[in-house]
C-alpha cells in the first residue's frame, strides 16, 4: 500500500514539474529605447508637432490682429457714438468670437493629431518588439512573456538582452 501511494505521489510531482509553464519577460519601454527606429519616430514627431504649432501660431495671430481692430473700433464707438455703426461693430464682434471658437478647435484637433501619429509610429515599433520577444521565446521554448513594468515580481527569464540582439539584428 505504501508503495502504491508513493509511486501514485512521485507520478503526480512529475506531472505537476512536466506542466510547469516556463515564464520570460522584457522591459518593452527599455527595449524601444534602444532602437534606432524609436529617434527616428522621436525626430518625426517633433517635425510634424513643429509644422502644427507654425499653422496654429499664423492663425493666433490673425486672431489676435481681428480682436485688436475690433477692440479699437469699440474704443472709437464709445468715444465717437454718432459714427460708429452698431450693426457692423456686432458682426465684427460675432466674427471675432468664430475666430477664438476656431482656435480653440484648431488647438484640440492638434493635440490629437499630435496624439495618433505618436501611437501609430510607437505602434509600429512595439509589434515588431513583441514579433522578436515571441521568437525569442519559442528559441528559448517558454510558454509566456510578460512585460515587467506590469509586473511585481520579475521572475522567470529576462529576455531584454536576446530580444534587443534580434532586434538590432534585423
Same mark, same amino acid.
Given at each position: ?19 510547469? !509553464? +516556463? ?9 524601444? /529605447?534602444? @532602437?534606432? *527606429?524609436? %529617434?527616428?519616430? =522621436? ?30 473700433? !469699440? +474704443? ?9 455703426? /452698431?450693426? @457692423?461693430? *456686432?458682426? %465684427?464682434?460675432? =466674427? ?31 509589434? +515588431? ?42
Amino acid at each position: 500500500m505504501k508503495k502504491t501511494l508513493y509511486s501514485i505521489l512521485t507520478i503526480l510531482m512529475f506531472a505537476i514539474t512536466a506542466n510547469a !509553464q +516556463k515564464i520570460g519577460h522584457i522591459s518593452a519601454e527599455d527595449l524601444l /529605447q534602444t @532602437l534606432p *527606429e524609436y %529617434e527616428q519616430a =522621436n525626430i518625426e514627431m517633433e517635425n510634424f508637432a513643429t509644422e502644427l504649432k507654425k499653422e496654429f501660431e499664423t492663425f493666433a495671430t490673425m486672431y489676435q490682429t481681428k480682436e485688436a481692430n475690433f477692440m479699437k473700433k !469699440q +474704443k472709437d464707438c464709445e468715444t465717437n457714438p454718432d459714427a460708429c455703426d /452698431q450693426a @457692423l461693430l *456686432e458682426m %465684427e464682434y460675432k =466674427n471675432v468670437m468664430e475666430s477664438g471658437k476656431k482656435l480653440e478647435e484648431m488647438q484640440y484637433e492638434m493635440q490629437t493629431k499630435v496624439q495618433e501619429r505618436q501611437e501609430y509610429l510607437l505602434n509600429k515599433i512595439v509589434v +515588431k518588439i513583441k514579433a522578436a520577444a515571441a521568437e525569442v521565446a519559442k528559441e528559448k521554448g517558454l510558454d509566456y512573456v510578460l512585460d515587467s513594468s506590469t509586473l511585481i515580481y520579475a521572475g522567470g527569464v529576462n529576455l531584454n538582452d536576446a530580444v534587443k540582439a534580434k532586434l538590432l539584428a534585423e
